[in-house]
């Protein structure tokens, strides 16, 4: 069964810091762009980050350029989102997905081509 696990959630303070983790199982993760996204209550979901197949392209929101990091690991079927000096305003559900895709250096801050979903994991920036 393919499942998207995220870990790495928590409690920080302002301008504090949190890595979170996207495991796969059930499938390889190589062959799969990744893109991590977040919904805060009342807003609309968000795409924060993804990163290609090969991890030679990677792209990020605006809001989050300069202290967000994505990162890929094919071999532990692993995504990291490394994420530092984090604002009230990150307070969201991170959510990892995944879509297959034959294009090596390609990936999508839409969700529109996410085909699996992680259950998501609370990121909570407060003093």
């Known amino acids: 069964q393919l499942q998207l696990v995220e870990s790495g959630g928590g409690l920080v303070q302002p301008g504090g810091s949190l890595r979170l983790s996207c495991a796969a199982s059930?499938?390889?993760?190589?062959?799969?762009?990744i893109g991590w996204f977040r919904q805060a209550p009342g807003k609309e979901r968000e795409g924060v980050s993804c990163i290609s197949r090969s991890g030679g392209t990677t792209n990020y929101a605006d809001s989050v350029k300069g202290r967000f990091t994505i990162s890929r690991d094919n071999a532990n079927n692993t995504v990291t989102l490394q994420m530092n000096s984090l604002k009230p305003e990150d307070t969201a559900v991170y959510y990892c997905a995944a879509h297959f895709t034959t294009v090596q250096d390609m990936c999508s801050k839409s969700s529109r081509p996410y085909h699996y979903w992680g259950q998501g994991t609370q990121v909570t920036v407060s003093s």
């Open positions: 059930g499938f390889a993760l190589g062959y799969y762009a």
